[in-house]
Structures are given as C-alpha cells and as structure tokens.
C-alpha cells in the first residue's frame, strides 16, 4: 500500500510514482492489474488529482504503465513478445484463482508441480 508523507522534502506525485514503480517491480501490481482512477486514488490518499495525474503521465512515458482511453490505467506488460505473453497467461490464471476462491498458495503449489512435470523440466534432468 502506497502512503503519501506529506513532511517529507519529496514531492507527493514523486512519493506516489516511486510507490507504484516498486509495487510493479515487487509483483505487487502485475501486469495487466488496472489502476483507480485519477480520481479515486487521490481520493483514497489524500491528495490533488492533478499530483495522481502527473505521476500517472510519468509513469506511462516511461512504459510502466498505459491508458487504455475509457477503460482505464493499467500496468502495461514487457516489450518482448514472449514475456508478454507470459504475463497475460499469468494474469488469465490469477483472474481464475479468484474466480474459484482457491488459495494463492495452493495455486502456486499447483504451477510449480506443473512446470517441474513439463518435457522441457524432464529433458533437463
């Protein structure tokens, strides 16, 4: 969870774009997680929209994250094709997880006895 200082000498839209830049390199924020709105987040932090809005343009010039125009912000995926792809199949599987109110835990288990089982995993050993 992203908390603006308001005592501290960085600028809260630096604050905010830090956290969100962190949360993204965390996992916290996957690719693919939609944002709140401008509004919404300022709202939930106690700041101006427009502080949200700069660190959101900053953010999005960077790549880090995209405006999908009435749909919304969300954390853009990785340039290369494969991570990408990588990235959506593992968004699809987190929306699922939800869906069927299995735990995180279990469902990793799952993944990694899956990816250990793969030919690629048995040719390696």
Request: glycine fraction near 8%; charged fraction near 20%.
């Given at each position: 969870?992203?908390?603006?200082?308001p005592?501290?000498?960085?600028?809260?839209?630096?604050?905010?774009?830090?956290?969100?830049?962190?949360?993204?390199?965390?996992?916290?924020?996957?690719?693919?997680?939609?944002?709140?709105?401008?509004?919404?987040?300022?709202?939930?932090?106690?700041?101006?929209?427009?502080?949200?809005?700069?660190a959101?343009?900053?953010?999005?010039?960077?790549?880090?994250?995209e405006?999908?125009?009435?749909?919304?912000?969300?954390?853009?995926?990785?340039?290369?094709?494969?991570?990408?792809?990588?990235?959506?199949a593992?968004?699809?599987?987190?929306?699922?997880?939800?869906?069927?109110?299995?735990?995180?835990?279990?469902?990793?288990?799952?993944?990694?006895?899956?990816?250990?089982?793969?030919?690629?995993a048995?040719?390696?050993?």
């Amino acid at each position: 969870m992203i908390v603006i200082d308001p005592g501290s000498p960085v600028p809260p839209f630096e604050q905010l774009r830090a956290g969100l830049v962190d949360a993204v390199a965390s996992g916290e924020l996957a690719a693919g997680a939609r944002l709140p709105t401008v509004r919404r987040l300022a709202e939930d932090l106690g700041i101006a929209p427009g502080t949200v809005a700069r660190a959101y343009r900053e953010l999005e010039a960077s790549g880090i994250i995209e405006t999908r125009g009435r749909n919304g912000t969300f954390v853009a995926f990785d340039a290369d094709p494969a991570r990408q792809q990588l990235q959506r199949a593992a968004a699809a599987f987190a929306a699922q997880v939800r869906e069927l109110h299995l735990d995180t835990d279990e469902a990793l288990a799952i993944v990694a006895a899956a990816l250990r089982s793969s030919p690629a995993a048995a040719a390696g050993s």
